[in-house]
């Protein structure tokens, strides 16, 4: 995707059978796509910062949702029922979706695990790209840095970053004859 696209639609069950559809979880201002799986040490390294910057950021109009599309059948610690625990235990109050076919990965263009796309109010791409500089086993707090950076402009109405450093993370976890081409 690249700046100014539109978001995809989708609607997605999270780890109850609850579904969820983008129109249900963006907020006025917009809305933080998350890509993420409870296995990824990149994911596990910035989960607590994610629940508390979205929880900042809601109150300015703009909502998140993770999503994991990974795997299921050769990566069983991503299921359901371990989601439903990763996100209460990181403090969650975003939706963790659950995109068994990989759809809604691929229609986004994500690679890996914690992978963004920020889209404003009326639904365009502003950014995707790290949540900060920080890694795991880098001695580096997660900070939230570029995704804070990011939404300031986009709230304030500036132009993205010009060059935003793409997210790192495990690649998704793709299923047989899905993986992008």
Not at 34 to 48: L, R
Not at 106 to 122: N, Q
Not at 158 to 179: D, F, H, Q, V
């Amino acid at each position: 995707m690249s700046p100014g696209d539109p978001a995809p639609d989708f609607s997605l069950p999270d780890a109850c059978g609850e579904f969820f559809s983008r129109s249900d979880v963006s907020g006025s201002h917009g809305l933080l796509v998350v890509f993420a799986c409870n296995h990824c040490p990149f994911v596990v390294h910035i989960a607590d910062e994610l629940g508390q910057f979205a929880r900042e950021v809601a109150s300015q109009g703009v909502n998140t949702v993770a999503i994991n599309s990974n795997d299921l059948a050769k990566y069983p610690q991503d299921g359901p029922e371990l989601m439903k625990k990763f996100a209460a235990d990181r403090r969650w109050d975003f939706p963790y979706l659950l995109d068994e076919s990989q759809e809604v990965a691929r229609a986004h263009g994500a690679e890996c695990t914690p992978d963004f796309f920020l889209f404003d109010g009326a639904g365009r791409l502003f950014y995707t790209g790290q949540f900060d500089d920080s890694r795991p086993r880098s001695g580096n707090d997660c900070h939230a840095g570029d995704m804070r950076e990011a939404v300031r402009r986009m709230l304030n109405g500036e132009t993205p970053l010009a060059r935003p450093y793409p997210s790192s993370g495990c690649n998704i976890k793709w299923k047989p004859g899905n993986e992008p081409r």
